[in-house]
């Protein structure tokens, strides 16, 4: 008899399937292996802790403020089904997704309440903090933590939700990480030649004029991709210094997180130590814009926040980037959301929405 090789070609990679023998399905860098019964795939996470994950997920509770713009980026925010105060507030979250103010945020004050988490049912919790994770083990929940502190880790950390995700998300992740690369490699390109480099204080917040961010942090690394260097030497993130370090270092540039820039210059203006400093005196204080999630650290719009950056500490140098172009174009492509040139500027004004 005459041996079909078509069918034992078949047969056999029905067997391989049914036995689990297939090749690892892996992100960009976080890895992701699919089960013997396709039910579940483990995926590794920030910590480098491998965990198991179903293969469909339907059910996030995201506990990670920041991580939930990385879902609303990845398409993934109708999976939602807990959150946290901080993001049922966001103005600019709220209002490209006004479904985000019915997600329970399993919360009180910042604790978490793990019985109205359970409730939920999440197929999946993402955290930045390893003991949410723990109290989510704890209470049977399959958890992963997500956290980052750099470029680097924030491309991972994106591939890693888009795996969990699934569906389009690892494509949408890939586009988005290309689209980060370019707007870096742009930036550098324009840069090229250009011998000054404008020191830069970035504070965290008008809460506290002394709570900066030093160096080896996210915002230290795209101080430096927009050309200039960190008017702080200290080493961390959300650091407190003396006023006097401040005066000291006296930066050409100050740009204060989580306010305007309206507020940001009155601000510092009404100091008696800080107004004497030279970016004050210049006029060259600005409020960091705020999108969906701030863009000085851990946000997405990191990809936007390099370029804005640039164009305030090298202004000849980029003197045809249209921010307010960028920023439309960017929530049209990631969030399906028109964005007028109203609502542009004073995201990049760091307004919240009127």
């Given at each position: 008899m005459k041996f079909k090789w078509k069918r034992f070609a078949g047969l056999v990679l029905a067997g391989t399937l049914l036995t689990g023998v297939v090749a690892p399905v892996t992100g960009i860098t976080a890895p992701t292996t699919v089960s013997a019964a396709a039910k579940t795939k483990t995926?590794?996470?920030?910590?480098?802790?491998?965990?198991?994950v179903p293969t469909k997920v339907t059910r996030v509770a995201d506990l990670w403020h920041a991580s939930n713009q990385v879902v609303l980026l990845l398409g993934g925010q109708k999976k939602l089904v807990a959150t946290t105060p901080m993001i049922?507030?966001?103005?600019?979250?709220?209002?490209?997704?006004p479904g985000i103010s019915k997600v329970t945020a399993p919360f009180s004050g910042q604790d978490i309440q793990i019985e109205s988490l359970v409730k939920t049912k999440p197929d999946v919790v993402i955290s930045s903090?390893?003991?949410?994770?723990?109290?989510?083990?704890?209470?049977?929940?399959?958890?992963?933590?997500?956290?980052f502190q750099d470029f680097a880790?924030?491309?991972?950390?994106?591939?890693?939700?888009?795996?969990?995700?699934?569906?389009?998300?690892?494509?949408?992740?890939?586009?988005?990480?290309?689209?980060?690369?370019?707007?870096?490699?742009?930036?550098?390109k324009q840069l090229k030649g250009v011998k000054t480099t404008p020191s830069v204080l970035h504070i965290t917040s008008p809460a506290d004029l002394t709570k900066?961010?030093?160096?080896?942090?996210?915002?230290?690394?795209?101080?430096?991709?927009?050309?200039?260097?960190?008017?702080?030497?200290?080493?961390?993130?959300?650091?407190?210094?003396?006023?006097?370090?401040?005066?000291?270092?006296?930066?050409?540039?100050?740009?204060v997180g989580q306010t305007t820039t309206a507020n940001a210059r009155k601000l510092l203006k009404a100091d008696s130590t800080f107004s004497q400093l030279k970016a004050v005196k210049d006029n060259k204080v600005y409020g960091n814009p705020q999108g969906t999630f701030p863009w000085d650290r851990y946000s997405a719009e990191e990809a936007?926040?390099?370029?804005?950056?640039?164009?305030?500490l090298h202004p000849d140098q980029f003197?045809?980037?249209?921010?307010?172009?960028?920023?439309?174009?960017?929530?049209?492509?990631?969030?399906?959301?028109?964005?007028t040139t109203k609502q542009a500027k004073q995201i990049l004004a760091g307004e919240m929405p009127k």
């Open positions: 995926v590794t996470d920030m910590t480098g802790t491998k965990v198991k049922k507030q966001e103005g600019w979250f709220k209002t490209v997704d903090n390893p003991e949410q994770v723990k109290q989510a083990k704890q209470a049977n929940l399959t958890a992963v933590n997500a956290m880790g924030m491309k991972k950390s994106i591939t890693l939700t888009a795996d969990i995700l699934g569906g389009d998300a690892p494509k949408i992740a890939k586009k988005y990480i290309k689209y980060l690369d370019g707007n870096i490699s742009y930036v550098k900066v961010d030093g160096t080896k942090t996210i915002v230290d690394e795209w101080i430096k991709m927009a050309g200039g260097k960190n008017a702080i030497t200290t080493t961390g993130n959300m650091i407190t210094v003396n006023a006097e370090d401040i005066v000291k270092a006296n930066p050409d540039v100050i740009i936007l926040q390099i370029l804005w950056a640039a164009q305030k003197k045809n980037l249209d921010m307010v172009k960028k920023t439309k174009s960017f929530y049209k492509t990631y969030y399906n959301y028109d964005l």
